[in-house]
């Protein structure tokens, strides 16, 4: 018998094949030749007769250069942190396509003359917390921590809450970031009560200044205590406070989630904040306070190496300037039933059940929020998965939690969901 394997065409006459040629253009020879070689090994392995390599190969491209795939979050899940956190806005996607070509990200176009970076997503973060005597924007909001840390605290101490100790996501935390500026810290308190006595005790002129933790992703309840921003802002040094997930105004449905505005009022000298959470932007360490202190942590050698890119202004200030982003929407718009029902009736042997979601992210524990679900077998999650799809499984059912599917995604679930069908 024939072995059809030597019937495989060769890589380079595959690529030459004009049906590829646009492929090659948009993507890159590399990308379309990993396309290319899998599908030869499909044909090697008898999963495809030898002539259709060239039609594997095309089915096989990937959407773009990149191997990052869009996925439909169905988790209910707002900011989830495995799939980028807060996806952008179409207002903030545009911004980005424009400033991804040659701007003038510093450049005067009135007077030719160098211009300040970022001037307009400064100006606009001033805008949306017109309390903030200076703006500064860094890469992320442990990177704002660490040029804090390494400003104002150099060989001295930073005072801070034994309960506010906090890990991070992937392992990191906060105590070992700070200490590996040279600062010291220096823990008062318990774990679940700290008083304004404690960091009275504390202060020293070996203070570098007191730092004030959110604890975004724990809640510790019962017996317990904590002091107040206002309180420890009159301790006679800086007083630096993480909120962490970028709340920028007091929201009806997060009232234990601290806002920039609402701690400057208190007299917090310096506000850090995460752009890729509740505000809904791009990753970004966003800083508010006094505009002495921002201009000296602007001023410092590693503000350099820590700042942001054009990209990342640019979606930053469409952010702020553009209508709500999807994080806000699906916090501020329950689901509608009927549109639940509609997506449910083209869908068969799917029910509508009710769910729970939660803001994700490190921001809001313990918040719940009411949604609806298209609830379906477990065995559709790997399915849907591969489609990308990611729902959740709970109780033996895999659920599609609308609060987090936009509704000009809701045809592209349908069909995802009949394919598996």
């Given amino acids: 018998m024939t072995d059809r394997r030597r019937d495989i065409p060769g890589t380079d006459t595959v690529l030459a094949d004009p049906r590829l040629a646009k492929a090659i253009e948009l993507l890159g020879r590399p990308v379309v030749k990993k396309s290319v070689l899998a599908a030869q090994n499909r044909a090697r392995a ?91 924007i860094v890469n992320n909001n442990a990177a704002v921590l660490l040029l804090t840390a390494m400003v104002l605290a150099p060989g001295k101490e930073i005072v801070i809450s034994r309960g506010e100790l906090v890990e991070i996501g992937d392992g990191f935390r906060i105590p070992d970031l700070l200490t590996s500026t040279g600062a010291r810290l220096r823990e008062v308190g318990t774990t679940n009560r700290t008083s304004l006595r404690d960091y009275q005790d504390a202060v020293t002129d070996q203070t570098g200044f007191v730092l004030k933790v959110h604890p975004s992703n724990f809640v510790i309840s019962g017996f317990t205590a904590d002091v107040p921003v206002s309180a420890l802002a009159g301790l006679g040094v800086p007083l630096v406070v993480d909120i962490g997930s970028g709340l920028l105004h007091p929201h009806p449905l997060l009232p234990d989630e601290p806002d920039a505005t609402t701690v400057l009022r208190a007299k917090a000298n310096l506000v850090t904040a995460s752009g890729d959470k509740l505000m809904g932007g791009p990753q970004a360490g966003l800083l508010f306070g006094d505009a002495d202190l921002i201009g000296t942590l602007r001023r410092h050698p590693a503000a350099r190496a820590l700042r942001v890119d054009k990209l990342t202004l640019a979606a930053l200030e469409a952010t702020l300037h553009g209508p709500p982003p999807p994080v806000v929407s699906a916090l501020d718009t329950e689901v509608d039933v009927r549109r639940a029902q509609a997506i449910q009736l083209r869908l068969a042997g799917s029910e509508i059940v009710e769910s729970t979601a939660v803001i994700g992210g490190g921001g809001a524990p313990g918040v719940e929020l009411p949604s609806l679900a298209i609830s379906l077998p477990e065995h559709f999650a790997d399915k849907l998965r591969a489609s990308r799809v990611v729902g959740r499984v709970e109780r033996g059912r895999c659920l599609l939690d609308l609060r987090t599917v936009a509704p000009e995604d809701d045809e592209k679930l349908i069909a995802a969901v009949l394919a598996c069908m």
């Fill in 46 to 136: 008898g999963e495809i007769e030898p002539e259709h390599v060239i039609e594997e190969a095309i089915v096989g491209l990937p959407y773009s250069a990149t191997s990052m795939q869009p996925v439909i979050n169905a988790t209910g899940v707002l900011v989830h942190t495995n799939l980028g956190r807060a996806p952008l806005s179409q207002t903030a996607r545009d911004a980005l396509l424009l400033a991804a070509g040659t701007t003038d990200v510093e450049f005067d176009l009135a007077t030719g003359q160098r211009a300040k970076r970022g001037r307009s997503a400064i100006q606009a973060l001033h805008e949306a917390v017109p309390d903030a005597g200076g703006v500064h």
